[in-house]
């Protein structure tokens, strides 16, 4: 079994800062991916920003220069540091992670967190 808990939502004024993470756990032998989505009410939800293994990155355009993604591969998280936060970036924010259980890739599955809210409100 693999968990994915997010944690570091809440509410911040526009122009504030949030970091959010994610911990991975369980039956892990390699996590080859990792990622924020978010959804809004009445939205669908889209992909924030990704991670390989290797630490290279993607971002959706509305986050670039803003947001921030990394990793720890020893530890199994990733944090997604936001500042210059907006009322639209407001949704509840979730951790997706791309995990291998064993060697072989036929072992890989796509695991989600159940989700932190973040508020953006004066």
């Known amino acids: 079994q693999v968990q994915l808990v997010e944690s570091g939502g809440g509410l911040v004024q526009p122009g504030g800062s949030l970091r959010l993470s994610c911990a991975a756990s369980g039956s892990i032998f390699s996590i080859d991916l990792m990622a924020w989505y978010r959804q809004a009410p009445g939205k669908q939800r889209e992909l924030v920003a990704r991670i390989t293994r290797d630490g290279n990155t993607n971002y959706a355009d509305f986050v670039k220069g803003r947001f921030t993604i990394s990793r720890d591969n020893a530890k199994n998280t990733a944090v997604l540091q936001m500042s210059s936060l907006e009322a639209e970036d407001t949704a509840v924010y979730s951790c997706?992670?791309?995990?291998?259980?064993?060697?072989?890739?036929?072992?890989?599955?796509?695991?989600w967190g159940q989700g932190t809210q973040v508020t953006v409100s004066a």
């Open positions: 997706n992670a791309v995990i291998r259980t064993r060697p072989s890739f036929a072992n890989s599955y796509s695991y």
